[in-house]
């Protein structure tokens, strides 16, 4: 994305092109962890090569949080999966884009039920949840705080 891009959307250009990135997945199961490992060495280089404090707890709750947006891609879009993560000032925005149009519904809490529980994890960790559609499949951006956050940080 280049500066008119973002700047056209209403949202300042990141610092460096280290507190963004991105990766395509093919879909299969496999996608999953990689994307996971993807989120971990993201935030670290951004703790160690730019000294933003990530603390553990946040650390954890991206690669889950990751973790599930990209199984639901995997899980209920055929083909291809993108994830996007950049850091804007204390909050880390996750984007996934897949193939399928359907908008996410969050089902109530069940505790005895057997799994799709993702996008209650997503709704307990984060701070805001967008979905678009796009002209093919949705986009889905999430945003967890990395740190305390002010009025105008979001």
């Known amino acids: 994305m280049n500066d008119s891009t973002t700047a056209e959307q209403g949202r300042a250009p990141a610092a460096t092109p280290d507190l963004w990135a991105g990766a395509a997945y093919d879909g299969d199961t496999g996608s999953i962890a990689v994307a996971r490992a993807?989120?971990?060495?993201?935030?670290d280089r951004a703790r160690d090569r730019h000294g933003l404090p990530v603390p553990a707890q946040a650390h954890a709750d991206a690669q889950l949080v990751v973790s599930e947006?990209?199984?639901?891609?995997?899980?209920?879009?055929?083909?291809?999966c993108v994830?996007?993560?950049e850091i804007r000032g204390p909050v880390l925005e996750i984007t996934t884009w897949d193939t399928d149009a359907t908008l996410p519904?969050?089902?109530?809490?069940e505790?005895?039920?057997i799994g799709?529980?993702?996008?209650?994890i997503v709704f307990a960790l984060c701070d805001g949840f967008e979905?678009?559609?796009?002209?093919?499949?949705?986009?889905?951006t999430v945003r967890l705080a990395l740190g305390p956050i002010g009025p105008f940080d979001v």
Do not use: D, S
Not at 134 to 140: A, L, M, N, S, T
């Open 69 to 80: 947006l990209v199984t639901n891609a995997v899980k209920y879009a055929p083909g291809p």
């Open 111 to 113: 505790p005895g039920r």
């Open 105 to 109: 519904l969050a089902r109530a809490a």
């Open 38 to 43: 993807m989120a971990a060495a993201f935030l």
């Open 83 to 85: 994830l996007n993560l």
């Open 116 to 120: 799709q529980h993702g996008l209650e």
């Open 131 to 140: 979905v678009l559609r796009e002209p093919v499949g949705k986009r889905i």
